[in-house]
């Protein structure tokens, strides 16, 4: 089992992750408006990896666009219902942006079984760790964060990420999580496992519409995930409850076992009727 050793850490005013693991720099947030000549440093600091990975507010697109990034997906009205967010790369070595003989999965005709057994889809507790660890280390041989790791979990849980799991019998057999901004009132829909010997019998989806539910209450305006652009499953899941496709992020992230292609796909909800006249 490999699991994530790349760094979380400030760069100035923005939240990044760095390391060998997944090759990159990622801009995971940014805390206000970036000063002049900050993506330029930012490539200076990623040296030595080959892609920079950044999630900005479109008002900061201006800064980003002259220092040589590109737009690879866009998210409408995620940061409060009100501003787009861009998912901008920057490629530092060329093979890198090159992509494989892959396409995006083909998600119509999917076919799910009916479930044979009783399903209890609930919020997991930090008793339910050990057998979550175990999950997602029997799941991903690679991950971009360390979620095979009892402590990273229990780090996780406590700082407010909700994981949620189908439970058959006693047995976490699939796994999701919700990843909450709340100050700019969108989720992250991800963290999707799903145990081999239960695959195909569409818990992933009920995971996805319990957590959707879940988040509307609390006010979320957007819901995201990025997904690998292979999985035929995950694509078909988001695709069928309703999500759009904001974009594709090229060999951008390690995951089952190397680095992959993904899809970013996204569903706005929660907005007033102020915020729909106002969109444009």
């Known amino acids: 089992m490999i699991i994530s050793n790349d760094i979380i850490e400030t760069f100035e005013n923005a939240l ?39 999630k900005i507010p479109a008002r900061a697109w201006a800064g980003f666009g002259d220092a040589g990034f590109v737009v690879e997906a866009r998210i409408p009205l995620f940061y409060q219902g009100r501003e787009d967010a861009l998912f901008v790369c920057f490629y530092l070595q060329p093979w890198r942006a090159i992509e494989k003989n892959e396409q995006m999965a083909e998600v119509e005709g999917v076919k799910l079984a009916k479930k044979q057994a009783t399903v209890e889809i609930r919020p997991c507790l930090l008793g339910d760790i050990p057998q979550m660890a175990e999950l997602y280390a029997s799941v991903f041989p690679t991950y971009p964060f360390p979620i095979q790791n009892a402590g990273y979990l229990a780090k996780t849980l406590g700082e407010g990420v909700e994981f949620w799991c189908a439970e058959i019998a006693g047995d976490i057999v699939a796994l999701s999580s919700a990843e909450q901004d709340t100050a700019n009132e969108n989720v992250e829909m991800t963290d999707f496992a799903t145990a081999p010997r239960w695959r195909g019998y569409g818990l992933g989806a009920e995971l996805l519409k319990v957590m959707e539910e879940a988040m509307r209450k609390k006010g979320m305006k957007t819901a995201y995930t990025i997904a690998r652009e292979k999985s035929v499953g995950m694509n078909a899941i988001f695709a069928r409850a309703g999500y759009s496709v904001g974009g594709r992020l090229i060999n951008n992230t390690n995951i089952a076992g190397g680095i992959e292609s993904m899809v970013v796909w996204y569903k706005t909800f929660n907005r007033t009727e102020h915020e729909i006249s106002n969109s444009g």
């Open 16 to 54: 990044i992750q760095h390391g060998s693991y997944n090759d990159r720099v990622y801009l995971l947030k940014m805390f206000g408006d970036i000063a002049p000549g900050f993506p330029q440093r930012l490539i200076e600091f990623a040296q030595g990896y080959s892609k920079i990975f950044a």
